[in-house]
């Protein structure tokens, strides 16, 4: 239908990312040319931390597999996000939670990261109003959730016994603000000015 097209015409690909990954696809891991200091610090811890494996941007900054993630944003959810029916759409009635390697409480869709910096507040409840908010939760205060999406967890061993906890990345300021300097340049900013996606029940005075 008419709607369906036009969202598919939406496309943010005009990013100072973009810009730089068409050039330097092969070199991803090195410094982008065109990049400030800040920026490209920003895209090494982004890389080096793992925030790729669930926003990778090889695949719209979403992860390409199960698109679902426990982030550890509470010990116990009053919206229990990702719910059987919703599974099982997704996944089929004849597979199992377990076949995954976790539960649906706390599950919530992950998102793209493209033109975050425009997205505020964040979260799927609008928890965190700002992105410094949000590298806070990562950087110190991921709860220790049963279903705490792996890539957030790390293992070590006390008296012969493994133990799962939450990861603490302990990002310095510095830190945090390289990575927000980073998610900034995801702003496609030839798209959000774009006259076709603009309001057209604005009225001038």
């Given at each position: 239908?008419?709607?369906?097209?036009?969202?598919?015409?939406?496309?943010?690909?005009?990013?100072?990312?973009?810009?730089?990954?068409?050039?330097?696809?092969?070199?991803?891991?090195?410094?982008?040319?065109?990049?400030?200091?800040?920026?490209?610090?920003?895209?090494?811890?982004?890389?080096?931390?793992?925030?790729?494996?669930?926003?990778?941007?090889?695949?719209?900054?979403?992860?390409?597999?199960?698109?679902?993630?426990?982030?550890?944003?509470?010990?116990?959810?009053?919206?229990?996000?990702?719910?059987?029916?919703?599974?099982?759409?997704?996944?089929?009635?004849?597979?199992?939670?377990?076949?995954?390697?976790?539960?649906?409480?706390?599950?919530?869709?992950?998102?793209?990261?493209?033109?975050?910096?425009?997205?505020?507040?964040y979260m799927h409840d609008g928890r965190f109003a700002t992105l410094n908010d949000v590298m806070d939760h990562y950087?110190?205060?991921?709860?220790?959730?049963?279903?705490?999406?792996?890539?957030?967890?790390?293992?070590?061993?006390?008296?012969?016994?493994?133990?799962?906890?939450?990861?603490?990345?302990?990002?310095?300021?510095?830190?945090?603000?390289?990575?927000?300097?980073?998610?900034?340049?995801?702003?496609?900013?030839?798209?959000?000015?774009?006259?076709?996606?603009?309001?057209?029940?604005?009225?001038?005075?």
């Amino acid at each position: 239908n008419s709607l369906q097209l036009f969202l598919k015409s939406i496309r943010s690909n005009n990013s100072k990312f973009d810009l730089n990954i068409k050039p330097n696809q092969s070199n991803f891991l090195n410094d982008f040319p065109n990049y400030t200091y800040e920026e490209n610090y920003g895209k090494q811890l982004f890389m080096k931390d793992g925030c790729m494996n669930c926003h990778s941007p090889f695949s719209n900054f979403q992860r390409s597999w199960n698109n679902w993630a426990n982030i550890g944003l509470d010990l116990n959810y009053t919206d229990k996000g990702l719910n059987t029916q919703s599974f099982e759409k997704r996944f089929g009635t004849g597979i199992g939670m377990s076949e995954f390697g976790f539960g649906l409480e706390g599950n919530f869709k992950i998102p793209s990261l493209r033109n975050i910096a425009l997205t505020a507040p964040y979260m799927h409840d609008g928890r965190f109003a700002t992105l410094n908010d949000v590298m806070d939760h990562y950087s110190d205060n991921i709860k220790n959730h049963k279903n705490l999406s792996w890539e957030l967890t790390e293992t070590s061993s006390q008296d012969g016994v493994l133990l799962t906890k939450p990861k603490r990345f302990n990002y310095s300021n510095q830190e945090k603000q390289a990575i927000i300097a980073f998610l900034k340049t995801l702003t496609d900013y030839t798209m959000i000015s774009d006259p076709k996606f603009s309001n057209p029940f604005q009225v001038e005075n």
